[in-house]
């Protein structure tokens, strides 16, 4: 080297242009290092980089390009990056189910995460997706978790319960029925739901204007169709005897079912009024004694009598005995020919006979006991005459 020159530490540089000649790595020629406060070639400069310009250099500042990154700057969680360049990237899962806070809607929560299942209508966001799920398929305004047939709108909690369907429209878990009488129907297809003797299995009763069984028929039997029933017409089998008919008196029959068969005799001889020919004197009527050739008709026969043997002088006839208990002579001695009828007291014919010039025996043995009527009448002159017979 130059005579005279001091190079003390070697590196070729002297030390009056060498500013550290105690160390050979610090000399003119040697390449500056950053950011080590030293200033190896000698240039009077030490080199510091700090590209972002937040105060670190690049050798302490993780990221010289970002001035929001260095040894200073406020940790920022869940993004990827080291901020404070520690060597840490900050992460927050407070209930550890694998989502960052930052995309974890409800990090307090593990079953509330991006990747979670929904469950609809809970008005919780289960997946973060920012939608909570509901469900109602028939659109009626009730979620298909209250809903209890999410396909019928006539369905739901806020519905009108309709009794007797088997439907449970209000989602209740009642089907509403209704039988206020208890006898196992239900009051739409009850007709009495307010009597237990009345239903659809009830045994019909007849004749009482009531439907029992509730098939629309009230049963009844009117055999003799007059409009009574059997149970109110004492003879269902003539439609003449029902409770509006007309009674008839004296004929033995009810006809108007009251319990009475209608009977008149005004002068109480027992003897009705049809059959006693004087109703308001009890001395006349057909059981009574006929008193001889007095002008009053006492029994009813139509005549006074006035002898046993009752001489018809204008027709010559005879009739005898009379009273008469088994044999009535009757005596033709004229020359007309009679036809005789013999009626009892209600009228019936009992006994006929034509007479000509001739005597006839008729037998009454098998009368009985009471008052007849002869009906006399000339087949020739046609004239006619009424004649009482007594039989004993």
Do not use: W
């Not at 980089?49 to 690049?58: F, H, K, Q, R």
């Not at 997946?127 to 006539?154: L, P, T």
């Amino acid at each position: 080297g130059e005579l005279g020159a001091v190079d003390g530490d070697g590196d070729g540089y002297n030390s009056d242009e060498d500013c550290d000649d105690t160390n050979v790595d610090i000399n003119p020629g040697a390449m500056e290092i950053p950011n080590n406060d030293i200033d190896e070639n000698c240039d009077g400069e030490v080199l510091i980089i700090d590209e972002d310009n937040d105060g670190y250099n690049s050798d302490e500042d993780c990221d010289d390009t970002n001035a929001d990154v260095n040894p200073a700057a406020m940790e920022i969680p869940n993004n990827d990056i080291d901020e404070n360049c520690d060597g840490i990237i900050q992460m927050i899962d407070a209930d550890g189910d694998g989502y960052n806070s930052d995309e974890d809607c409800d990090d307090a929560n593990a079953d509330i995460n991006p990747a979670a299942d929904e469950i609809p209508n809970n008005d919780i966001d289960e997946n973060c997706d920012g939608i909570i799920q509901m469900i109602d398929v028939d659109g009626d305004g009730y979620n298909s978790d209250e809903d209890c047939n999410d396909a019928n709108a006539e369905i739901n909690p806020g519905a009108m319960e309709i009794p007797n369907n088997d439907i449970d429209e209000n989602c209740d878990g009642v089907a509403d029925v209704i039988d206020e009488d208890g006898d196992g129907y239900n009051s739409d297809e009850d007709c009495d739901d307010s009597n237990a003797d009345i239903n659809p299995g009830a045994m019909e009763v007849i004749n009482n204007d009531i439907d029992e069984n509730c098939d629309g028929v009230v049963e009844v039997i009117d055999e003799d169709g007059d409009g009574y029933h059997s149970d109110e017409d004492c003879d269902d089998m003539n439609a003449g005897i029902n409770p509006g008919a007309m009674e008839i008196v004296n004929n033995d029959i009810d006809e108007n079912c009251d319990g009475v068969i209608e009977m008149i005799d005004d002068d109480g001889d027992g003897y009705n009024s049809d059959e006693d020919c004087d109703d308001s004197n009890a001395e006349i009527n057909p059981g009574a004694e006929d008193i001889p050739n007095n002008g009053i008709d006492e029994d009813c026969d139509g005549m006074d009598t006035v002898t046993s043997t009752d001489n018809l002088s204008y027709l010559d006839i005879s009739i005898y005995p009379n009273p008469v208990s088994d044999f009535l002579t009757i005596e033709n001695q004229s020359s007309e020919k009679v036809q005789i009828t013999m009626y009892n007291v209600q009228g019936r014919k009992v006994k006929t006979a034509m007479i000509a010039n001739e005597s006839s025996i008729i037998d009454l043995q098998s009368l009985p006991i009471g008052l007849y009527r002869l009906r006399i009448v000339s087949l020739t002159t046609n004239r006619k005459t009424n004649y009482s017979i007594h039989k004993i």
